[in-house]
């Protein structure tokens, strides 16, 4: 079950938050253009920002409930169990490295 819900999260973390920004950015940009206003980038940087760290916290929980179906694996443990594990930390990874950027002084 812990590793069927991983996967669940994992799908999630990799296309929900990700259509979540696109629909939004499109959103505010067609409001602008229908005020015939400028558009500010920070709105912008701010949808990519939630996105991301929504992202990394599906994929955090993702991975950690990966890693709890693995640990109580039988060794040897498969080669394709690992990569499976390190799929499901890209997002999480990358948002680490988002946030890292973003936050850096």
Known sequence: MKR???WILAGLAYVAPP??????QASVYESVQAQHG??????????????????GALSFVSF???????HYLAKPRSVLRKVE???LAVPFVCSVGILSTLLAD
Do not use: N, Q, R, T
């Open 64 to 70: 950690s409930l990966g890693y709890a179906s693995f």
């Open 85 to 87: 594990l390190v799929v």
């Open 19 to 24: 259509a979540w920004a696109y629909l939004e």
């Open 4 to 6: 069927e819900l991983s």
């Open 38 to 55: 400028y558009i500010c980038g920070l709105p912008m940087l701010a949808i990519v920002f939630i996105a991301s760290v929504a992202s």
